[in-house]
Nanobody, 116 residues
Framework: QVQLVESGGGLVQAGGSLRLSCVASGSTSSIMSTGWYRQAPGKQRELVAQITRGSDTNYADFVKGRFTISGDNAKNTVNLQMNSLKPEDTAIYYC??????????WGQGTQVTVSS
């Protein structure tokens, strides 16, 4: 089993920054990639960014140039640096991890609120 705990959410003004962290525990050696998703009220959960154990990254178009995902394998931690935040970034942000071939794990989420 894998456990994921997110932190770093909060309230910030438009144009500000936040740094989210996800710490994994348990059978972490089996994780091949991790990612950040977000879900706003009344909307579907959507992919924000993902990173592999080899540090390959992928971003949603709406965050390219503003958000940066990074990881520290030794500390079992993945971070999401969010800059130039917009009100439409307001959502619950979830950390997710994938174990081959089909298993996915989810954290409980952290609230990000961006005021206009």
């Amino acid at each position: 089993q894998v456990q994921l705990v997110e932190s770093g959410g909060g309230l910030v003004q438009a144009g500000g920054s936040l740094r989210l962290s996800c710490v994994a525990s348990g059978s972490t050696s089996s994780i091949m990639s991790t990612g950040w998703y977000r879900q706003a009220p009344g909307k579907q959960r959507e992919l924000v960014a993902q990173i592999t154990r080899g540090s390959d990254t992928n971003y949603a178009d709406f965050v390219k140039g503003r958000f940066t995902i990074s990881g520290d394998n030794a500390k079992n931690t993945v971070n999401l640096q969010m800059n130039s935040l917009k009100p439409e970034d307001t959502a619950i942000y979830y950390c997710s991890a994938w174990r081959p071939p089909y298993t996915r794990y989810w954290g409980q989420g952290t609230q990000v609120t961006v005021s206009s």
